[in-house]
């Protein structure tokens, strides 16, 4: 028996517009106090007429476009209805017949990844459950309630929970860069449902399909993963009990329970029938003009995939590239130390330095001179590796020259031949016992070495001493 998991995910990214998606209210919700973010219209109040805000609907597109969809540039907004205590309009406004970008595509290394389509919607209040004077309640917080959310929507191209993992960091990086959204799935601003369902091929050449569940109230990353996983394996035993097959009407919506680690069932799952769709009528049609579109296409900055193809071109590894390209901040440091250069060794250089040493400092892109790495790249071959990390480091914090630093403080090393040679001379001179131990076991050179090392005080090159200790005494 083989076993091939279909998957598809439902993302939701909350946008960080400033105002709601349908009135002027902040659509800051985090850590806020209670229902002092609303108004009549996201209260869904009778009467109260919705507004579309203009940029959460620009972001959706340029979304749309890093995500290489077409854009419908004729769409317009519907009502989802259903009942939950914390939607207070008892509808949804969002997009089903038209949205905004469609057909797009993104790649996991060369695996291909479809997206069905990236609509624009508004968020839900929220609702909270807790115990008050001795008695279980649900309060209802409505600051959430109409915050822009976007919704992208793969096709069921994903293969395995590792890959929906991958998805998942790649559409987070990509909002994070084109700096719509935080994208942060800890606090809800970023959040994911998978529909599984699997292929069976059987020893005697059947192939069959278990029934398709979607996943709802994931609330982490490895919890995506591990939910995944539970259901490919419930999915297969229960075909092998009741040899139930996919069909149209046997979906079902099953929650995730983070504590048993195990999905349950919540409820048949709902075609787009049972809500009742229709044009919104409190919304007029919205038309993108092709100059709009173009405009908006104008402020994509360069996405990650361009940057790692950039980076590979200087010879850096994939693993280096990726890192580099990790988030847009980083990205743009590399590139400022880079200045331009093609030379792939110092590209390199910095690299190194970068993921290296200069690791744990937050560094601030304004502070950095580009001039002092290429100084300290020029002169690496009389410093040693302790010293390039320290001039890297205290170069960048104190706001000097490098150069200046290692000469104040004797970094550099003494690599010229004629120069050593003396030292060594002397050392020589100095330790015939050591002299004796090393023509009797050449490994004791390290003692000679060392002892050059302190003459010079700390400054002579180790490499050149060592070969210059052997040519002298063999
Ligand atoms: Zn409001
Ligand atoms: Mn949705």
Not at 31 to 57: D, I, K, R, S, W
Not at 103 to 130: C, P, Y
Not at 213 to 221: D, G, Q, R, T
Request: overall charge negative.
């Amino acid at each position: 028996m083989k076993i091939f998991p279909i998957i598809g995910l439902e993302v939701h990214i909350e946008l960080k517009t400033k105002s709601k998606m349908f009135c002027a209210c902040s659509a800051d919700h985090f850590h806020v106090e209670p229902n002092t973010h609303t108004c009549p219209v996201c209260l869904g109040l009778p009467g109260a007429l919705p507004v579309p805000n203009q940029t959460a609907c620009e972001w959706c597109l340029k979304l749309g476009l890093a995500l290489n969809c077409e854009i419908n540039s004729q769409t317009f907004f519907e009502r989802k209805n259903y009942f939950y205590p914390d939607l207070a309009k008892g509808y949804q406004i969002t997009q089903l017949q038209k949205p905004f970008a469609i057909n797009g595509k993104i790649f996991l290394n060369d695996h291909q990844i479809r997206i069905n389509r990236a609509h624009m919607e508004e968020d839900t209040g929220k609702s909270v459950h807790l115990t008050l004077h001795g008695e279980d309640v649900t309060l209802l917080d409505f600051n959430r309630s109409g915050v822009p959310l976007v919704e992208i929507v793969s096709e069921p191209d994903i293969t395995s929970a590792k890959q929906a993992k991958e998805y998942l960091n790649k559409i987070q990086q990509l909002v994070r860069y084109i700096c719509i959204s935080d994208a942060d799935i800890e606090k809800g601003s970023m959040r994911c449902e998978p529909t599984i369902n699997v292929k069976i091929e059987t020893d005697d050449g059947q192939t069959v399909y278990t029934p398709l569940v979607e996943i709802k109230n994931v609330a982490s990353l490895t919890g995506v993963m591990t939910a995944i996983d539970f259901e490919i394996n419930r999915q297969v035993e229960e075909w092998k009990t009741n040899g139930t097959t996919k069909n149209d009407t046997n979906k079902t919506t099953r929650g995730w329970d983070a504590d048993k680690n195990q999905t349950f069932l919540q409820r048949e799952k709902e075609g787009s029938a049972d809500y009742r769709y229709f044009p919104e009528p409190d919304i007029p049609p919205i038309e993108f003009s092709q100059f709009q579109i173009e405009q908006i296409k104008s402020t994509l900055p360069e996405l990650p995939d361009a940057k790692i193809a950039k980076y590979r071109a200087l010879n850096l590894s994939d693993y280096d590239a990726k890192l580099l390209a990790q988030n847009s901040d980083f990205a743009s440091i590399f590139e400022k130390v880079l200045d331009n250069s093609t030379d792939s060794e110092f590209a390199k250089f910095i690299t190194n330095l970068l993921i290296g040493p200069l690791k744990t400092i937050s560094l601030d892109i304004e502070k950095i001179n580009p001039d002092y790495f290429k100084n300290i790249f020029d002169h690496r071959n009389e410093l040693n590796s302790t010293s390039i990390k320290q001039l890297a480091i205290e170069s960048y914090e104190t706001g000097t020259d490098p150069l200046a630093i290692a000469k104040s403080k004797n970094l550099f090393q003494i690599s010229d031949t004629s120069q050593i040679e003396e030292l060594v001379k002397k050392v020589i001179a100095n330790n015939p016992k050591a002299v004796d131990d090393y023509r009797k076991n050449s490994q004791s050179i390290g003692f000679l070495i060392g002892q050059v090392m302190k003459v010079s005080a700390g400054s002579a090159n180790p490499q050149l001493a060592k070969e210059i200790l052997e040519k002298l005494l063999n």
